[in-house]
Structures are given as C-alpha cells and as structure tokens.
C-alpha cells in the first residue's frame, strides 16, 4: 500500500496518526470489552478447574494479575504510543529494517491464526449441539476429530474467512454491540450454575465443597496437576504478553487522545479475563456434578446451562474473537507480500486458522499457548522500550535502520532470536509453564539490543 492510500484510508499505516484523526477514551473502552469478553473465556476459563487451580487461588490470583496487565497497558505501552503515534509494524521497520519486519510479520501471521483456529473450534463446538455433533479432543495434538466435526470446521472456517475478508469496520462494530450482551450471558452462565449445583448460599459458596469434588473427579480421571497461585497471576498477567510487553497494541493506542485511554483494557481484563473466565469454569464443575462428564466442550457447557441461548452465545463469541484475528493475520501476511491484495492475505490466514480449527487438541492447549505466544512476540517490545528510552541516554541513534538504510538489523536479529530460542528451549524440552518465559526473554532481549547496538552502530554523519 503507497503512502497515499495508506493516509486517504484513514489508517496511517506509514505516518503519525495526525491530531485530528484522535478518538476519545469511549472508542478503547468499547474495543477491549469486545475484544476481551468473547470465545477464549469459554476455553480457558474450564481448563483451570480441570488443571487443578483451588477457587480461593482463582479468584485472588486473578485479580492481582489483571491489575498487572492493566498497569503494563497503561505504563508501557500507551507513553511510546501517543508520542510516536505510529503503527507497530511501522516503528519496528524503523528500528529493524524492512526485510526482518516481514520476517516477524511471517511468525506474527501464523501464530494468530492458530488463535484464530481454536476460535474456530469453539464456535463449531456450539454449531454442533442441536445436531448431535460433539467434537472429542484426541489425545495428539495435530489429530483430527471425528469426520463430521472436521467438516463443520470447515463450514464455521469458511463464513468466518469470508466476513472478516469483507472488512474489519463491520467485524469491530459487530464486536462491540455484541459485548454488553456477551458479558450478561457470562455472568447468567455462572449463576446458573451455581444454582444448579445448589451453591445457594455464601456458606456454600465460601466452603467450596463443589469446586474440590469437581477437581477430584477431573483428576480420577486424567491424573493429579497443580496449577497454583503464582502460576495463575502470571497467566492472567502475561497471557496477552505480545499485546502489552510485546507492543502490538501500540497500533491501538496511536489514536488516543490522552493517556487516560490506556485503563481501557481494565474493563476487558475484569470482566472477560476475571468474572467470564470464572463463570466459564463453574460451568464444567456444573457439568461434573449433573453428569459426571469432564470434558469442556464449550458447546455442551453453555447448553447445558442456558440452551440455545448459550449456543448462541457460544457462536457468537468465538466469532467476535476469530473474525478480528483472522482480518490481523491477513494484514501481517500483506506485510509479506504487498502486492497482493488484503482480501486475498485474509482468505489465506481463514484457510489455515480453519485448517488448525481442525485439530481440537489445538484449543485445549491454550494456557500454554498463549504463553509460548508471549515468548516469541513479547521480546520485539523490548526492542521498542530500549530504542525510545535508552537508545540516546547511551549515545546511540535511535531507528538506526531508518537511518543506515540496513534492510535486516542485526543486532535486532540476534537480541530477539537469542531469548526466543532458549525460551522455547525451556518450554518444550525442560516443561516449565510457558507464560513463564515471557519476562526474561524481554529482559534479555532489551539487555542485548543495547550492548549489540553499542558494538555495530557507525555514526552516522548528514
């Protein structure tokens, strides 16, 4: 896309967004309910129960680590947003160079849309209800489920691909007055439940009987794990670890008035990432006690609390997620290759998120995927922190690639490459929880750009 048509878009793709084109707190306010209340709650919401997290834990936990997300949003992110004003992908072209811009654009592309894909599977999941389709989750990570919950992928994949290639205006606006309604169906969902399992006192409630049989019986079943207190503010701290320390949202926040816009993800956070993701837990320990069935089908879980108006629900919010998500990955993928259109980019990300839709182990293993997926995006922010607050203090250009006219910048290369792979090292050969990672491959990343950037700079002179 040329300058020209970046700017007449209204975008700003490769400019600062200008003072008149800056949108009022309301506009963030609305996003992040919409996009934070919507198809991951009624995955991982279950998988802490079924992991083994106590309620008190839940509940603590969960707060203290998405007042940390909220406070990483507001101090990180938003001070470098409204100063430059610019896109993440632009500014990262800047400090890196074009060349590993697309390169990230390439990883930044296919992991959304494996977000996107268990999107797709929950959605399917609640599709599939009312004619008697259940998905059952196999036990290898890239096996299929039965032929005819493939083949509902498939169909969910396709009407999602198509919207979001239509537009992301229609998605956002659809997204948006969904929310409030999504957020009541959430809350209903969980005093449903409640009632169902006769938790219908704070006497009850407080003690928790419901919760520890729940787990007990998940854990008859599919052997003891722990999921404690810190392990559980981590999570909900860094589980959107690429979008606060990672920056992806200074693309958002380039547009905000004021830096009061960025409390906005608080309302996410508390309603969707807290009181959704409860909700969704108490569900399956609904499940558990009525039918001593244990496995969280999102579909089953809010039909067997509220009907087709949890079905539909459940289609809903996972739209509202995968739509976005998919539209995100087919502009990464333009980045690749800018010739082609952003129409044809989104059909192509739509085609592999249904393609990883159709593996509903995928979905299963969110708590470690998006962990795993702040390990690899988040150090990029890193770059971003130590470029616009260190870089001059040491007496170093700030987006030296801009400057240099490099294409790859190495020291940018390295610092984030480095991290990343002992990170993953550690995640998938030495087991630790993935959200783990996130923080020191940041740390390190910053810590070496700067030492790097000291050896490789030249001065530039003109």
């Known amino acids: 896309m040329s300058e020209e048509q970046s ?39 279950p998988l802490f129960l079924a992991a083994g997290a106590s309620l008190q834990d839940l509940i603590v936990g969960l707060l203290l680590g998405n007042i940390l997300a909220v406070l990483t949003w507001r101090y990180l992110v938003v001070p470098i947003a409204i100063s430059k004003r610019m896109t993440l992908y632009y500014q990262l072209e800047r400090i890196a160079g074009g060349s590993l811009v697309k390169f990230y654009n390439v990883i930044n592309g296919i992991l959304f849309c494996f977000l996107a894909g268990a999107m797709v599977t929950v959605s ?15 036990e290898a990570i890239f096996g299929f489920g039965a032929p005819s919950f493939t083949g509902l992928v498939i ?48 006497a009850a409630l407080s003690e928790g009987k419901f919760w520890t049989d729940a787990i007990a019986f998940v854990q008859d079943k599919e052997g003891v794990q722990e999921f404690g207190f810190w392990k559980i503010v981590v999570f909900a701290w860094l589980c959107n670890g690429a979008m606060h320390f ?28 807290y009181m959704a993701w409860i909700c969704a837990a108490l569900l ?39 739509n976005p998500t998919i539209y995100r990955a087919g502009l990464a993928f333009q980045g690749v290759f800018p010739k ?65 006219g490099a294409s790859v910048s190495i020291a940018v290369l390295v610092a984030w490459l480095l991290p990343v792979t002992v990170g993953l090292y550690l995640i998938f050969w030495q087991g630790i929880f993935a959200a783990y990672a996130v923080i020191p491959a940041w740390i390190a990343c910053g810590v070496i750009y700067l030492v790097l950037s000291k050896i490789t700079q030249k001065k530039i002179t003109g």
């Open 340 to 404: 082609s259109s952003r129409t044809a980019m989104t059909l192509l990300a739509g085609a592999v998120a249904t393609l990883a839709g159709a593996f509903p182990n995928l979905s299963a293993q969110l708590l470690g995927f998006v962990g795993t997926y702040g390990t690899i995006l988040g150090p990029m922010g890193a770059i971003i922190f130590v470029d616009y607050h260190l870089m001059k203090k040491f007496g170093l250009s700030d987006e030296y690639a801009m400057h240099s």
């Open 124 to 138: 399917a999941s609640a599709v599939g209800i009312p004619f008697g389709i259940h998905y059952k989750v196999p």
């Open 284 to 322: 399956l320990a609904a499940q558990i006690k009525l039918s001593q069935d244990h496995s969280a089908n999102p579909g089953a879980l809010a039909w067997g609390a509220l009907g087709w108006t949890g079905i539909l629900c459940v289609v809903i919010a996972g739209w509202t997620t995968a």
């Open 7 to 45: 700017n007449s878009s209204g975008e700003f793709e490769r400019e600062p967004v200008p003072e008149k084109s800056l949108l009022g707190a309301g506009k963030f306010w609305g996003m992040y309910a919409g996009e934070h209340a919507a198809g991951t709650e009624f995955m991982i919401g």
């Open 155 to 202: 169909l969910v994949g396709i009407v999602m691909a198509v919207v979001a290639a239509a537009g992301y205006q229609t998605v956002a606006r659809v997204a948006n007055i969904a929310a409030p309604w999504m957020i009541a169906i959430f809350a209903a969902c969980g005093i449903i439940s409640l009632v169902q399992m006769d938790v219908t006192s704070m």
């Open 246 to 273: 990672g920056m992806a949202d200074l693309s958002i926040f380039r547009f905000a008035k004021s830096p009061s816009s960025g409390w906005a993800p608080s309302i996410g956070m508390f309603l969707g990432h």
